[in-house]
Each structure stands twice: as C-alpha cells, then as structure tokens.
C-alpha cells in the first residue's frame, strides 16, 4: 500500500527494473539494502538473490521521494512532508518496523484528509476530477473503433429514427451525460445521514 500512495505522489512508479533482481535491487536503493551489521531487517539476508546484490543503500525513502517530487516541478515539496513521512513509515523491509494499519489510518495526514472530505468544496472537486478522469477515458476509446459482441462497428441513432429525430445527433449521449453528473453531484452532497467511516 505504501508504494502504491508513493506511486500516486510522484506519478510513476518508484520500483523499476526489467528483471527480478533489477527490481529488487530498485527497491532497495530507496528502502535499504538488509544488513545484519546495521541491524536493517538482518534475516532478510538469507533470501535469494541477496547475494548477486552488488551496492549496499541505506533506507532514503523520504529523500527519494522529496527528489521525484521535485521533478514533478513542485514548487513546496515541504508542503508534502506529512504524507511523505506517512509513506516512510509504510516502506519498511522489516514488518516489525512498519507502521500497523490501525496506526496509519489514524495518522494526521489521513485524519486531516477525512476532515477535508466533508467539505462542500472537496465533494465538488471530486466529481469535478472524477468526470475530467473519465472524459480522458472515453476520448481514448473514442477515437479506437467501437465493436459490438459480434465486431460489427457501433453506430449512434440515425437521424430518421425515433431516438435520432428527438434527441439530434449527439443529444442522447448529452442528455445521459447531465443525468449522470446530476447524480454523482447529488451523490457527493450526501444527505448527511449515513454513518460511512470510509
């Protein structure tokens, strides 16, 4: 889970390799390599491929990510500091030195997000991004060729049939796409009466 909030920060991943050892190597570059002098998750010297491994790194997750924000042209990395400190303690080698779940949920970074979302505002720019997200998606899929079950091309509703006659050429896709904004507006207001943790 912690790679994959780092991967959301940064906007890419943060364990690269083209082979099994390139990865794992990757990944301790930013998280350490084990080390029973340094007292870094010691047992995991006994795995394999620990020996093909030719540099020793010391655990550098929130300067890696520090450095990968910055790149992403950031101008207040510092501004980060609290997820970042939350993904370190989510990157550990050792399991016994992670933080546990119950702890992370109730880290401030994620008790402040849970405030955050349930503000009016926060709700708007949900659905804002989520509508963005998925006209980026059907744009890409749009311009690929549609195929039905068959792989016969999909067509829109021709303008002499009812469906085409009442709506206009793109008017039923229009009328769907406010139906469907409507709700998830709806949907992020809330009534205020449901008692989701999430």
């Not at 990510?65 to 207040?76: C, H, S, V």
């Not at 990395?77 to 992370?104: C, K, N, Q, S």
């Not at 998830?184 to 008692?195: I, K, P, S």
């Amino acid at each position: 889970l912690g790679s994959l909030m780092a991967q959301l920060l940064v906007n890419r991943p943060i364990f690269t390799g083209k082979s099994r050892l390139s990865r794992i190597e990757s990944a301790f570059k930013i998280l350490g390599t084990p080390s029973e002098t340094l007292g870094l998750y010691p047992e995991a010297v006994h795995f394999p491929y620990y020996e093909k491994l030719r540099k020793r790194y010391k655990h550098g997750v929130r300067k890696a990510l520090r450095f990968m924000l910055k790149g992403r042209d950031i101008d207040d990395v510092a501004e980060y500091d609290g997820i970042i400190e939350l993904i370190d303690a989510m990157l550990r080698l050792d399991p016994r030195d992670r933080i546990t779940a119950h702890d992370a949920l109730n880290h401030e970074v994620m008790r402040n997000y849970m405030r955050q979302t349930e503000s009016e505002a926060f709700r708007n720019k949900f659905v804002e991004d989520w509508i963005g997200l998925r006209d980026d998606i059907t744009k890409v899929e749009e311009a690929e060729p549609k195929k039905r079950e068959f792989g016969e091309p999909t067509q829109p509703p021709a303008m002499g049939t009812a469906a085409g006659a009442e709506l206009g050429e793109g008017g039923l896709r229009e009328q769907k796409e406010r139906k469907r904004k409507k709700m998830l507006l709806e949907a992020a207001r809330g009534n205020g009466d449901d008692d989701d943790d999430l």
